[in-house]
Every structure is written in C-alpha cells, then in structure tokens.
C-alpha cells in the first residue's frame, strides 16, 4: 500500500517523558482522527514528536503545522481541535505491518503565484482554455465515443 494523505483532526496533545530518562524521552504525544471523507474516515492514528536536540526541527515543523504558537511545550494542547493534512504509511516492526502517520503538514502550503509571473500564466491559460474550447476538429460524435479516456 502506498502512502496516503488526509486531512485529520488533534484530538489529543500532551507533553510527556523524563529528559533526565533515555528511555522515556521528553515528546508531545498527539492523536489524529481523520475527518475527510473516504475510507479512512473516523481512524486515529498517533504520533510522538520528540523534543530532542536531533528531533526538535522536525516536531517543530510538525507542531507549527498543526498551529502550535509560541515557544512553551506545556501549552501544546492548543493544536487540539487544529486540522491538518497527515500522511500515513506502512512500517513494518518485529515482523508486523501496520499503518503509521509518518507526517504532519499545513493543509494547503503552496506559495501563491503574483505579480507579472501570475499575469503571465493567466493570458497562457486563456489562450489553451479557448483552444481547448475551440475543440479538437472532431464531430460531436467522436467527441462523445472518446468520453474522458484523455483525463
């Protein structure tokens, strides 16, 4: 199975660990309900973002994804009831496959295009749509005897 994205819910964000504990590392455990339609709707999947010197840039991306403001880890509940778009794959572990959310991202994040590079795209743009509506030369019938097989 190939890794999916959804758009999920925080249903849950809580500092946890021991920094003074190897083997309880400090981390903010969050839990991630999908809310988009599909068939992955209503699952929950987990993910610990560990608070780390080599993990820190990564939970903080993640955490600022989900809306985290400020610089005090003990107000992390506030990315509770925040959407943003996961990604989940398998991983195997002792031989078991199962599903993991490997990362937490903003919903959306594409750069706007402005300026004479938008206006430029949009007068390229004009000129396919009219082509395009301008159509292929073939008949009605051939147009609907082709139906989407192109898209």
């Known amino acids: 199975m190939a890794d999916f994205k959804v758009v999920a819910e925080c249903t849950f964000a809580e500092l946890q660990g021991d920094p003074d504990d190897d083997a309880n590392k400090p981390r903010i455990n969050t ?21 780390t010197p080599n993990a820190m840039k990564w939970s903080l991306k993640a ?16 990315i509770v009831g925040n959407e943003a778009r996961i990604v989940v794959g398998e991983e195997e572990y002792n031989g078991e496959t199962s599903l993991k959310l490997k990362f937490i991202n903003k919903i959306g994040g594409g750069k706007p295009m402005t300026g004479a590079s938008k206006l430029t795209f949009a007068e390229t ?23 989407w097989e192109y898209f």
């Open 31 to 51: 839990a991630w309900k999908v809310n988009e339609d599909g068939e992955h709707e209503g699952e929950v999947y987990y993910k610990d973002l560990y608070l």
């Open 63 to 78: 955490l600022r994804a989900a809306g985290f403001k400020g610089d005090d880890v003990t107000k992390c509940g506030q």
């Open 125 to 147: 743009l004009k000129a396919q749509i009219m082509a395009a509506e301008a159509g292929s030369g073939d008949t009605k019938e051939e147009e609907d005897a082709r139906g």
